[in-house]
């Protein structure tokens, strides 16, 4: 009988050649790495330039308001958040109002009937939730360096904070593959499964709801060595390239 972990039959590498055999995680792991990277470039880029855009805020009431508003989304859960966009994307929502009303379209678009826009809505999503909170680190560094214009923004405040810049660069490369699962499990659905389903989605598929718990196991194993991979090689890199890095 079974006792546990030592107790328990080993599988070897069973599960793990079906992982690789089965077409739908295939799937999934395109789907995580395109959404993963996408949220990376968008929800980093968007963190700096805000936090350049912010210091440049001379009317201290004003940039105050600004920054306050901009930390609010993150406290908001998932299921907040993906209950607004789908009332403002919704066929009678706002954006379609804007988009019939002002000509750009003849009728309301359904965007989560068509594949082609979920990607975009997810990077959406995590920019508006998550742009104002991680700007913090950013503006914390360009409080140390002398007040600059949008002049010297580039040779300035840019080298000022590159330090933070490659540490969280780095560490954010090893989460590439946790692109989410609130969001995709709450925004997806039938019609656009092909594109929303994430690795996550699928282990919770398997390993819960299917009860084989092997197989949800390796695909979690899967996600941690690559993400230590990831981690190890952007390190590496910036030591070859004479920059900051983790260790």
Do not use: C
């Not at 993400?227 to 920059?243: P, S, T, V």
Request: hydrophobic share 50%; glycine share 8%.
């Amino acid at each position: 009988p079974k006792d546990g972990l030592f107790g328990s039959e080993f599988g070897g590498l069973e599960k793990f050649k079906f992982l690789f055999s089965d077409e739908v995680f295939l799937r999934d792991i395109r789907n995580t790495l395109a959404m993963g990277v996408l949220n990376l470039v968008t929800t980093f880029l968007m963190a700096i330039i805000f936090a350049i855009l912010l210091n440049e805020v001379r009317n201290m009431f004003g940039k105050k308001l600004v920054q306050t508003i901009s930390y609010l989304p993150h406290f908001l859960s998932w299921i907040i958040v993906t209950g607004i966009l789908h009332d403002a994307l919704s066929s009678t929502g706002i954006i379609n109002e804007l988009l019939v009303n002002l000509g750009i379209v003849d009728s309301p678009i359904n965007f989560f009937a068509n594949p082609g826009y979920f990607w975009p809505i997810v990077a959406f999503a995590n920019v508006w939730k998550e742009t104002g909170w991680n700007a913090i680190v950013y503006l914390a560094a360009i409080t140390s360096i002398d007040p600059s214009r949008w002049g010297k923004i580039w040779h300035v405040t840019l080298p000022g904070i590159k330090s933070t810049i490659m540490i969280l660069l780095i560490m954010n490369i090893g989460n590439v593959l946790n692109a989410g699962f609130e969001v995709q499990y709450l925004l997806g659905n039938g019609l656009v499964k092909s594109v929303s389903e994430t690795i996550d989605i699928y282990t919770l598929t398997w390993g819960i709801s299917q009860n084989d718990y092997s197989l949800g196991t390796a695909a979690g194993i899967f996600k941690s060595v690559v993400a230590i991979i990831l981690i190890l090689g952007a390190n590496w890199i910036a030591k070859r390239a004479g920059e900051d890095r983790l260790f």
